[in-house]
């Protein structure tokens, strides 16, 4: 779709803020709940850092990593036993790999590149199509769908989401270390926060969640609420 920006675009919900404050989970919620299509665009991203590192070209080589970003070979299907969007890229699944912490690592310094963000900007708003959308990310309610009616920014303290990260990795057969997730996620808070092109923070008007002490069901209630004030009509029927 194009120009989203310029214009309302009235069956959207953002959902951003930082790594392992669950976005992912709640995005999946609201989407089956609403009948609703899902952006993960953090997975765009990691596909991105994950393809870089398959073509051998460096994170900071912003020339070759926009060009690749304007190329990317990707596709998406659905996984009918986990109902999960998995991404294809050139023909290779990813779902085992980009949910790595290499592949977030990846994925955070390929998106400081404003060449590659601006490649893969255009691709993101052509994912929303009627019903409507619910996007997951860091930027969508400042940058990709700022004309979004209902945004939300979702966080939790670093402590809590290391150890959220701990227990999915574990549970998994993972092998984790708690200080190293811990640093990690603060290194990359750091470099989301900072960076110069859509830098990580809430966009006017989101709602501001802290599911540090929160289960999924609750932050899924609250927002509910939140969304039925500004769209009542979301959950109408």
Do not use: C
Not at 19 to 45: N, P
Not at 149 to 160: H, M, Q
Request: aromatic share 4%.
């Amino acid at each position: 779709m194009n120009n989203t920006a310029n214009i309302v675009t009235p069956n959207i919900i953002t959902v951003d803020g930082p790594s392992g404050a669950g976005k992912g989970t709640l995005s999946l919620l609201l989407a089956d709940k609403l009948g609703w299509h899902i952006l993960d665009s953090g997975v765009l991203y990691r596909v991105l850092g994950v393809a870089a590192l398959k073509h051998h070209i460096a994170l900071d080589d912003e020339l070759k990593v926009a060009q690749l970003a304007r190329h990317l070979d990707i596709d998406f299907k659905l996984n009918p036993s986990s109902q999960e969007v998995e991404p294809v890229l050139e023909g290779d699944n990813l779902a085992g790999l980009i949910r790595t912490d290499d592949a977030g690592q990846a994925a955070s310094k390929v998106a400081v590149i404003p060449a590659a963000r601006e490649a893969l900007l255009e691709r993101q708003r052509e994912f929303y199509r009627l019903p409507g959308l619910v996007a997951d990310g860091r930027d969508m309610g400042t940058v990709v769908f700022p004309d979004a009616p209902v945004k939300i920014f979702l966080t939790a303290s670093a402590e809590r989401r290391a150890e959220r990260r701990y227990k999915q990795l574990k549970n998994k057969g993972v092998d984790a270390n708690m200080r190293a997730l811990l640093d990690s996620i603060k290194a990359r808070d750091e470099r989301d926060r900072t960076r110069p092109v859509a830098p990580l923070v809430p966009a006017n008007g989101a709602f501001i969640i802290d599911s540090s002490e929160l289960t999924i069901t609750e932050v899924l209630t609250q927002v509910l609420e939140f969304s039925a004030k500004s769209m009542p009509e979301i959950l109408a029927g």
